[in-house]
């Protein structure tokens, strides 16, 4: 949240039951699978099953790359529930076979390989070797752990937000959500911690229970990987591909797709700690508008229903002496192109308005007697909302439904870990420590169910700090906390946008500019602004001791925070359409070069650079005064320089020069990107219309064949892909013998409003004037800049009636 540095404080007095968690060592435990013997084993339709002398294992295939384990102990119930997995089991090609040391199942492309004595269980997948337990399932007595073999030389990614270097391998890390104010280089702990483990032998670990624990990525530097938990089921789901693309898209499926956000989504956002009246909200969104710099939405923090920081948290209720007349406020903003969003936190204090009537409905979580859990925290004397209660769900939902009622357009969820939770506080489904983690979790699911119900053609905007596996399906935007607003904080935030899209979070995002602590340093603004062009989601947001919106920064900073917002406006088609691929197959948006290159154990460790979707590769500034930069050019093509055309060779080393107008920024070749035309100068996202497109092709004689695409729809309709009511604008390109093919190709739903679209299509890295260029068949005169290297030829594109539209340029 958004305090002062006294609320650092609180940071380090959570979980005594994690902390005691923490005193026991694996070296301790009885290894259980010594005596471990096979007693039966059975082929099912669905699953096979093995009994052991201490329990039972169930093996269920997903699909063809996901395979799930679970082991029950003898004297315990099955515990069916997950709260990550939503996938069902695929009928898929199953054989066992038996040898005298060994059994086998295989499931379509995985191998599960059980060796009798001593017992032990590996995974292969196209008979590659993904795997393999150690003691497998352990009881100590107060923790239960599963152990695996790792190589000498993987690395591991997952485990959630943390701020340790790409290469996480080497840490114990707690699986309990806490906030960690005024963060830098390194973090162990955070809001976010998902029990998924990834590997750079291209396979992942999802270990399905949402109790608190910890997840030991070879901290002992003995070759093991070990998860250890409370209580709760044991299973785990074993994740394969033959890409990281394929990885993902698994995860995904098994855990849900994150729907397209609203378009307006992909806008600026103003926002401060925070906008105490109605005044000061209009007068800084006047500032934008008179300086001409683009917004989309104004984030109200916790001054919206009170005047002081502390006390009056829970009110969920406009301050009617600052806020007069708030639903006059949000439909002006709206007649401006502007939402309105607003803080929640799910503390209800003694102090707030509304605490007898959360007494009364009994919407708090309790303590052994039933009675409301009372417990001090910085902002006060609170009870918690029991999230997991439907009388508390219907409460809070109609909450939400009547501020919606008044206009508003998004929901800032802050302080969900929760934030301070007692061991002690009992929840309708189980004790604190057994639901902590899923508490965001379930919050998000909360308001995702709520639309889905009430306003099923709406996308909820739903502004997170905690959750937990799978919360991406219902519409979550994490953001990274609390960072401190220095370089430290911004070195740390690539890896952590990084790992969180690996892990199904693809909108993990940080306060631009940096949130904690009165430090101006505009060089480190800007830098982190021009970062924030090619990240998920533009949202400045600081404590207001300095300004955290580009239009109370001097001048010269500010302009080159305008030319930053500016430019992320003209990305909206391509962000746009990576952000569809996303809600498709689970793609991230900011991707780890290892990504393109999975054999390449030089890039294991690197966050320095990354791709932004399949075609950009980006380099962030994250030192001061820096003017060059050593960069690696991914090997599978040839790379452009953004802002001047510069090509670099593929698999190269290079040291380019930095400027302190932008970041570096390259394109892939052979990669069609669409853009806003500059001289449209759209003011919030809903202005754009799609009419009128920059297309850019960087095209190179090594690139013989290339392909890309556009997504498009109204912005707003949820799942419009899935109700026909988008189109996909396919772009391919054929090059030989002198010649350039272009052709567009419009794949348009059943209710897609087309619309004829003007397309200014600029060629990169023309040597020369063109003999000629033709479009549908016929001569057109096309400019060739020859500083610029750029050919512009003018397009216009009937595509109600032209469904597809074929170029030719002779060079």
């Not at 017992?119 to 239960?144: A, C, H, M, P, V």
Request: aromatic share 12%; hydrophobic share 40%.
């Amino acid at each position: 949240m958004r305090k002062s540095k006294i609320h650092c404080g609180i940071c380090h007095a959570l979980s005594v039951s994690v902390l005691l968690l923490s005193t026991v060592s694996l070296t301790t435990a009885h290894a259980q699978n010594v005596q471990r013997v096979i007693l039966h084993a059975e082929k099912k339709a669905d699953r096979f099953e093995v009994t052991t002398n201490d329990g039972l294992y169930l093996f269920t295939p997903y699909s063809s790359t996901i395979l799930e384990t679970t082991f029950i102990p003898n004297g315990e119930k099955q515990t069916t529930s997950s709260h990550a997995v939503i996938l069902q089991p695929q009928k898929l090609r199953t054989e066992v076979k038996t040898s005298a040391s060994a059994i086998d199942y295989m499931a379509a492309d995985i191998v599960v390989h059980i060796q009798k004595s001593p017992f032990q269980i590996s995974y292969t997948y196209k008979n590659r070797l993904l795997t393999s337990e150690k003691n497998g399932y352990l009881n100590k007595g107060n923790s239960e752990s599963v152990d695996f073999n790792l190589d000498d030389n993987e690395a591991l990614y997952g485990a959630g937000a943390r701020a340790l270097g790409m290469n996480r391998r080497g840490y114990r890390l707690p699986l309990y959500n806490k906030a960690h104010y005024g963060y830098e280089e390194h973090s162990e702990q955070m809001n976010f911690g998902i029990p998924l483990v990834l590997s750079s032998r291209m396979y992942g670990i999802h270990f399905d229970n949402s109790a608190i624990g910890y997840l030991d990525l070879d901290s002992k530097k003995t070759n093991v990987l070990a998860y250890e938990t409370i209580s709760g089921r044991k299973t785990y789901q074993i994740i394969a591909g033959d890409s990281w693309s394929d990885v993902m898209a698994s995860y995904t499926n098994l855990t849900g797709h994150q729907p397209l956000p609203p378009r307006w989504a992909f806008g600026n956002f103003a926002s401060r700690f925070g906008y105490h009246t109605e005044a000061e909200a209009r007068d800084i969104l006047d500032k934008f508008h008179s300086d001409h710099i683009p917004v989309d939405a104004i984030i109200f923090d916790l001054y919206w229903f009170g005047k002081d920081i502390k006390g009056t948290m829970g009110n969920l209720a406009f301050d009617k002496d600052n806020f007069p007349q708030p639903q006059k406020m949000i439909a002006d903003f709206a007649a401006q192109g502007v939402k309105t969003i607003l803080i929640t936190e799910p503390f209800v204090l003694t102090t707030s308005d509304k605490w007898q009537e959360a007494v009364d409905q009994h919407v708090l979580a309790t303590d052994k007697d039933g009675a409301p859990f009372k417990y001090d925290f910085y902002f006060g004397n609170t009870g918690l909302i029991d999230i997991f209660d439907p009388r508390a769900q219907s409460w809070f939902w109609n909450i939400y439904k009547n501020l919606k009622a008044q206009g508003v357009a998004g929901w800032w969820g802050d302080l969900g870990e929760p934030e301070v939770h007692p061991s002690a506080l009992q929840h309708k489904t189980g004790s604190a420590d057994q639901v902590h983690n899923i508490y965001g979790h379930a919050w998000s699911k909360l308001i995702a169910d709520g639309y889905a119900k009430e306003f099923p053609q709406e996308r909820p905007f739903i502004l997170m700090r905690s959750g937990y596996s799978g919360s991406q399906r219902f519409g979550m935007i994490p953001w990274s906390g609390d960072v401190n607003r220095t370089w430290g904080g911004l070195r740390s935030q690539p890896e952590i946008a990084l790992q969180m899209g690996m892990q199904g979070m693809a909108y993990m995002h940080s306060d631009l500019g940096g949130f904690a602590g009165a430090n101006l340093d505009d060089e480190l603004y800007t830098r982190w602004l021009q970062y924030g062009v090619f990240q998920p989601v533009f949202r400045p947001h600081a404590q207001e001791e300095v300004a955290s919106e580009p239009v109370l920064r001097e001048p010269a900073t500010k302009a080159l925070a305008k030319a930053a917002i500016v430019l992320r406006y003209r990305m909206l088609p391509y962000n746009y359409t990576i952000a569809y691929e996303n809600s498709q197959r689970g793609s991230p948006l900011m991707r780890p070069l290892f990504y393109a290159e999975p054999g390449n154990p030089r890039l294991y460790g690197n966050a320095d650079s990354y791709l932004w979707g399949n075609d950009f590769l980006v380099h962030p500034i994250l030192q001061s005064g820096q003017t060059k930069a050593e960069m690696y050019f991914p090997a599978q093509s040839k790379w452009f320089d953004f802002y001047t055309g510069q090509v670099f060779a593929a698999g190269s080393k290079q040291v380019v020069d930095v400027s302190a107008a932008h970041i570096p920024i390259f394109v892939r070749a052979g990669a069609f990107i669409p853009l806003v035309p500059a001289q449209l100068d759209i003011q919030n996202t809903s202005q754009y219309t799609g009419k009128n497109l920059e297309l850019h092709y960087y095209h190179d004689q090594s690139v013989s064949q290339s392909q890309g695409m556009l997504y498009d729809d109204d912005g707003v309709t949820a799942h419009a892909a899935e109700q026909g009511a988008s189109a996909l604008l396919h772009f391919t390109s054929v090059y030989h013998g002198g010649e350039l093919g272009v052709t567009l190709a419009i794949e348009a739903g059943a209710h897609y409003q087309a619309t004829d679209k003007n397309i200014e299509f600029i060629v990169h890295n023309v040597d020369h004037q063109p003999q000629r260029v033709l479009v549908a068949s016929q001569p057109i005169d096309a400019h060739w800049n020859p500083q610029t290297r750029e050919l512009h030829v003018p397009i216009q594109w009937l595509t109600q009636n032209q469904k597809q539209l074929a170029l030719k340029i002779l060079m």
